[in-house]
């Protein structure tokens, strides 16, 4: 992290938060979707209690593989391409989490996650979108963009970079119908922090600065994930041996800008209510029969049940 003539600034100083972002309660639906880094901030809200929902389709990097999933979810379209590996079935639009033993299964599986998806765009009041990566993949037997090649042979697809009015243009769109359908929802987007570097460090580059100005030009609210990570903490510390994941320690930076621009009073009230009793919960208990261990499992289980008296809507 950048240091001043005083020692180190807070996260929170080197970022002017946007007029109308979203303020998020205990019992709002929240809905996560794109790269990993959607995953990273939804584990948190859900350890914390929130109703989250968390790439329903497994976690996917192009923008306008992301708007495929969506269109179809609303659409009620499941078609697509399936992909066998023995008894293995997988769809092109999911992730490999999004699997079947037989055809019927995996449309089965891939039908039900997509209901959720629609679901939750339908009842959700914040869609939270990670772009990862303009580096897609498109199927040569359709021309359409897959989510995940499951490691079919290469040939068998086209890597390209996709043009920016060509995104924008899909999602102006997209937007728009999703919120035709849920007027009450707000969109906020960022970009990955998260390196792809087997694309080149330079190709990474010119891809993240695109999808920044893919957000800038879609004119919706925008969290500085990327900015945080790469321009204010900007040290290697902050990344996994691979040095290109941002590490637990570079999560909770995030996630305190997160909590700052989106918790109100009551909620950060309650959060940090929440917070002690995570810290206790996961406090490990060497004598677990002792009158010591049941006297701190009593007031543990107390403290749940005061916090879920403050509102039914915590997750706990």
Known sequence: MILSDTGMEKITDYFNKPDGFPVINYGDEILLLGSCF??????????????????????????????????????????????????????????????GLSL?????NY???????????????????????????????????????????????T??????????????????????????????FTVSPVRYTRDGILENTLSKSRLIEVCNQLNQLYFPSFELINDVLRDFSFF???????????IEEVWKLFADWMFNSETEMIYQKVKELRIRES????????KQSLEFQRITKEKREQICSLSPSILL
């Open 111 to 157: 039908r039900r996650q997509l209901t959720v998806l629609k679901q939750s765009l339908v009842s959700s009041r914040v869609l939270f979108i990670t772009f990862g990566s303009m580096h897609g993949y498109w199927l040569n037997e359709t021309n359409e963009i897959v989510s995940n090649c499951h490691k079919q042979h290469p040939s068998n697809f």
């Open 104 to 108: 019927d299964a995996l449309k089965e």
């Open 38 to 99: 959607s995953n990273s901030i939804g584990d948190k809200l859900n350890y914390f209690g929130f109703n989250s929902t968390i790439n329903p389709l497994g976690v996917v990097f192009h923008p306008l593989a992301l708007a495929k999933q969506m269109e179809r979810a609303l659409n009620n379209d499941f078609t697509g391409k399936i992909f066998a590996n023995d008894d293995i079935h997988l769809h092109s639009l999911a992730s490999s989490e999004i699997y």
């Open 240 to 250: 996994e041996s691979d040095q290109s994941h941002p590490n637990q320690k570079a």
């Open 283 to 290: 406090h490990r208990l060497l004598f677990p029969d002792s």
């Open 159 to 188: 890597k390209r970079v996709s043009e920016i009015d060509e995104i924008v243009n899909f999602w102006n769109q997209l937007i728009a119908d999703f919120k035709t359908i849920n007027p009450k929802l707000q969109v906020v």
